[in-house]
């Protein structure tokens, strides 16, 4: 019954928007799935997301802001590389009517999913024991996450970047 309660006073908890961030999260994931036209200005509203929910935490609230910038700076580009190749492999991008087009693929919900519920859980954690925020561990813990899921992104983006000018050349 303990657990019931720690549940439901979680969700309770919860502000409202990131219920809304949850939502428009899972509709991206869900439209990423089937094949359909690639917007290169809509991808950069995922990370933009992730960077202020991450960068305001780390900015505001964390007692080892240098340290937690580099992890954070490093785990970003990591997660670019991984992410560049993952989506090299696993989406293909090309031009049908003169648009920018994308076959689906359920990498983007995974990523946005994992990234989510990664920083949901931590925040919750933060609320829970806010001696957190001064402990150098989760400080680092906090930051590798948060610059290793806006990297996964920006991989993303540099994917469908480079597809993009490698089609347009052809063209």
Not at 34 to 52: H, T
């Amino acid at each position: 019954m303990m657990i019931i309660n720690i549940i439901s006073e979680v969700f309770s908890q919860t502000p409202f928007y990131v219920w809304v961030i949850f939502i428009y999260l899972l509709k991206r994931g869900i439209k990423a799935s089937r094949d359909g036209e690639l917007s290169l200005p809509k991808m950069f509203i995922m990370p933009s997301i992730f960077i202020i929910w991450g960068l305001e935490k780390l900015l505001t609230n964390f007692s080892y802001i240098g340290i937690s910038m580099i992890f954070y700076t490093i785990c970003m580009c990591f997660g670019t590389l991984i992410s560049y190749y993952l989506y090299s492999r696993y989406r293909n991008i090309y031009i049908k009517d003169g648009s920018l087009y994308k076959t689906g693929s359920y990498l983007p919900i995974t990523i946005m999913m994992t990234n989510f519920f990664a920083k949901y859980l931590l925040n919750v954690a933060m609320v829970v024991n806010p001696l957190l925020y001064s402990t150098l561990f989760f400080n680092i813990l906090y930051s590798l996450l948060s610059g290793f899921s806006v990297g996964l992104f920006i991989g993303g983006i540099l994917q469908a970047y480079k597809s993009y000018s490698n089609l347009k050349a052809l063209a």
